[in-house]
Nanobody, 123 residues
């Protein structure tokens, strides 16, 4: 079984920073990519950032977070991070980690999701 666990959410003032972490564990043959999504109440879940786990580590960001958020990973620890700076009220949401994982050599790749961690930006 594969499990993704997020941490680092909390309450922060506008302009502040938070660092989210997500670690994958269990039966893992390879991780192709990892990413972060977020969902505010009454809104659709949206992409925040993704990163390729292979050489090069290509990244992709939503326009709303470019220049403020940075995604990174530690492949040895099966962990992805989201450094969030200059936080705005609009960043308030539940943040979810996901990963494209192949459990075994003979297994197809599957998407796995974490349980989510709440980020609240408020004065």
């Amino acid at each position: 079984q594969v499990q993704l666990v997020e941490s680092g959410g909390g309450l922060v003032q506008p302009g502040g920073s938070l660092r989210l972490s997500c670690t994958a564990s269990g039966s893992i043959f390879s991780i192709n990519a990892m990413g972060w999504y977020r969902q505010a109440p009454g809104k659709e879940r949206e992409l925040v950032a993704t990163i390729i786990s292979g050489s090069g580590g290509g990244t992709n960001y939503a326009d709303s977070v470019k220049g403020r958020f940075t995604i990174s990973r530690d492949n040895a620890k099966n962990t992805v991070y989201l450094q969030m700076s200059t936080l705005k009220l609009e960043d308030t949401a539940a943040y979810y980690c996901n990963a494209l994982i192949r459990e075994n050599y003979w297994s197809a790749r599957q998407i796995y999701w974490g349980q989510g961690t709440q980020v609240t930006v408020s004065s």
